[in-house]
């Protein structure tokens, strides 16, 4: 029996485990791949505070862990499926056995989101890709297509154009949604070019990526550009389905809480890209954690 079960052991959860780990209570991870979460996706982060220039996001997660080792927070490697409430004891099921906690913190973060178009599945690692820190080196000299334009879209089309020949960015609106200095850079970037007011509607290729159809959504002219690369950044999906309905959440799937970052069940609690927010930050997850981590102390004591 665990005082504490942090399922998912991004930044947000392991703010939470440091926390919870400082507080003395009894807690395990329960994390499906490695430490780290969707961060990992990217290269740097250039907004962390305490970080002039930047911080590799390898870099940052090893010494989060490193913080977490040293207070007897247990790792295991597996995946949640199924979780039993009551108000007594939570069951958690997983792969490799069963869990049983006092209290649960819910940090299994969020997935890129698919654009659900023609030859976007067909074509996932021949040419479709949704990492350009993973996948960008395969893309020297070549023609590549960012699709979004947002934070994401931006730092990736900037990382991509050190590889790639060319690199086009598609977005369906006239202005990006980046940061004013990110836009910025991407605008001063000889090897970026802007395609705004547009959606890609097709990949298209035999084998391979070997370009995408663009519809203009002013003028409704439709064009096809040549590519060998589609790298697809257009927002992020919650990892809940394992819930199977067990919480509130929003239509989409986030999680809904307090600002004590309580849920609709009693003993359960949820942080980071998980939970529904306005702002999708590792800062914002970090803090939730903490705040997490510390509604889950006081609950346990009130318990005693």
Same mark, same amino acid.
């Given at each position: ?10 930044? &947000?959860?392991?703010?939470? &485990? ?6 003395? @209570?009894?807690?395990?991870? @329960? ?26 996001? #390898?870099?940052? /997660?090893?010494?989060?862990?490193? *913080? ?5 927070? %247990? ?5 949640? &499926? ?5 108000? =007594?004891?939570?069951? !958690? ?11 649960? /913190? /819910? ?6 989101? *698919?654009?659900?178009? %023609? ?40 990382? @991509? ?7 086009? !960015? ?12 990110? %836009? %910025?850079?991407?605008? #001063? ?9 547009? !959606?890609? =509607?097709? +990949? !298209? ?11 203009? @959504? ?9 590519? #060998? ?29 307090? *600002? ?5 069940? =009693? ?13 999708? *930050? ?18 346990? +004591?009130?318990?005693?």
């Amino acid at each position: 029996m665990y005082d504490l079960i942090i399922i998912g052991a991004g930044p &947000a959860g392991l703010t939470a &485990a440091l926390y919870a780990g400082r507080a003395r @209570l009894k807690t395990m991870f @329960l994390e499906k791949i490695n430490p780290g979460g969707q961060i990992v996706l990217t290269r740097t982060i250039e907004n962390f505070p305490g970080f002039a220039g930047g911080v590799s996001t #390898q870099e940052l /997660i090893s010494s989060m862990r490193k *913080q977490v080792e040293g207070l007897e927070v %247990e790792i295991k490697i597996d995946e949640a &499926a199924k979780i039993v409430y009551t108000a =007594e004891v939570i069951k !958690i099921y997983g792969s490799e056995g069963e869990y049983q906690t006092k209290s649960l /913190i /819910i940090a299994s973060g969020a997935l890129p989101k *698919q654009l659900g178009i %023609e030859g976007e599945n067909r074509f996932f690692g021949r040419g479709v890709s949704y990492c350009g820190t993973c996948d960008g080196p395969l893309f020297k000299d070549k023609e590549i297509v960012v699709i979004g334009g947002g934070d994401r879209a931006a730092e990736e089309a900037i990382f @991509l154009s050190s590889y790639a020949k060319k690199v086009n !960015i598609v977005h369906r609106r006239k202005i990006l949604r980046a940061s004013k200095i990110l %836009e %910025e850079r991407v605008r #001063q970037n000889p090897k970026i070019n802007l395609v705004l007011d547009s !959606i890609v =509607e097709w +990949i !298209i290729g035999k084998d391979k990526v070997e370009g995408v159809r663009i519809k203009n @959504l002013k003028t409704g002219s439709v064009t096809n550009l040549s590519c #060998q690369g589609v790298f697809i950044f257009v927002g992020i999906k919650p990892n809940t389905a394992f819930l199977n309905n067990l919480l509130e959440t929003d239509e989409t799937g986030f999680i809904i809480t307090d *600002q004590e970052m309580k849920t609709s069940k =009693e003993g359960i609690f949820a942080c980071g890209d998980c939970r529904k927010k306005s702002l999708y *930050q590792v800062i914002t997850a970090c803090g939730e954690g903490a705040v997490a981590a510390d509604s889950v102390y006081k609950y346990l +004591i009130t318990k005693k």
